[in-house]
């Protein structure tokens, strides 16, 4: 079973930064693809930010340019530094592995709320 444990949530104001850590278990991190969505009240989860076993990355378009995700496979840890918040930021974000042959993984979400 792999785990999957985000923090670096929390309350900041609008145009600030937060960075986010996923940490994983298992012995073939470098393996998954890890993915970070958001969901927000009332709204369908979406896909923020995405980062292959080969390091190649895709943003969606609401945070391109402000959000950068990457990974430490030493440390089995994927980030995901949020710079420019804004209120429509605010969400429980959570961390996803997609592991071969496994399929995906989810852990408990961390929130984020961009408020003055």
């Known amino acids: 079973q792999v785990q999957l444990v985000e923090s670096g949530g929390g309350l900041v104001q609008p145009g600030g930064s937060l960075r986010l850590s996923c940490a994983a278990s298992g012995s073939i991190f470098k393996l998954y693809d890890m993915r970070w969505y958001r969901q927000s009240p009332g709204n369908q989860r979406e896909l923020v930010a995405a980062i292959t076993s080969s390091g190649s990355t895709n943003y969606a378009d609401s945070v391109r340019g402000r959000f950068t995700i990457s990974r430490d496979n030493a440390r089995n840890t994927v980030y995901l530094q949020m710079n420019s918040l804004t209120p429509e930021d605010t969400a429980v974000y959570y961390c996803?592995?997609?592991?071969?042959?496994?399929?995906?993984?989810w852990g408990q979400g961390t929130q984020v709320t961009v408020s003055s």
């Open positions: 996803s592995a997609r592991i071969p042959v496994r399929g995906d993984y």
